[in-house]
């Protein structure tokens, strides 16, 4: 497999504060928020984001993850190996603007599976979708509010993010057959 790198640390940290920036600007301030990554990646990019939100508005914003893994409309692709992890939604979500945090946007697959999962813990008022990479590619009519990166790609190539809390290092790579 061939690899090139689009993206270093300074990069995903430059693309995950102007994220935060973004959120703050259309939700008018940071009230009512709370940042929900899938996991694994979408986690400690939620918590992140998190960081710099609450360092730019002086409010503490709340941070969940949710696994989609019983959601997805593959799982009987999947088999009995499916790992399940851990959802943790710290707050009621009844009325609250959650912003869904993942590191790449491909079909759309993965995000449907996350409002569904989502909608199984009450009514936010809204629901928004921030990523670091968005590839393209879509299967069901799902975009992004807030990109960190826009990367055309083939569908023969893979996107890799690495975050130092999962993978000791932070970049994004573009994988290759070759």
Do not use: C
């Not at 497999?1 to 995950?16: C, F, G, H, P, T």
């Not at 990109?147 to 790609?153: D, S």
């Amino acid at each position: 497999m061939a690899e090139k790198v689009i993206m270093r640390d300074i990069e995903i940290q430059r693309a995950l504060t102007r994220i935060a920036h973004e959120i703050v600007e259309h939700n008018g301030g940071a009230d009512s928020l709370l940042l929900v990554g899938l996991a694994t990646r979408g986690v400690p990019m939620a918590s992140r984001i998190a960081g710099k939100l609450e360092e730019l508005e002086d409010v503490p914003i709340p941070v969940g993850q949710v696994d989609i893994a019983l959601y997805r409309d593959d799982l009987y692709l999947r088999g009995p190996q499916t790992v399940v992890k851990r959802t943790d939604i710290p707050v009621d979500i009844t009325d609250k603007r959650v912003v869904l945090v993942d590191d790449v946007l491909f079909t759309g697959r993965s995000i449907r599976a996350a409002l569904d999962a989502l909608m199984d813990y009450g009514r936010p008022r809204n629901i928004q979708l921030a990523v670091l990479v968005d590839r393209g590619h879509r299967e069901l009519p799902i975009r992004a509010d807030y990109v960190g990166k826009n990367v055309p790609t083939s569908l023969q190539e893979d996107v890799r993010v690495r975050l130092s809390e999962v993978d000791g290092r932070d970049e994004v790579a573009i994988e290759t057959g070759e």
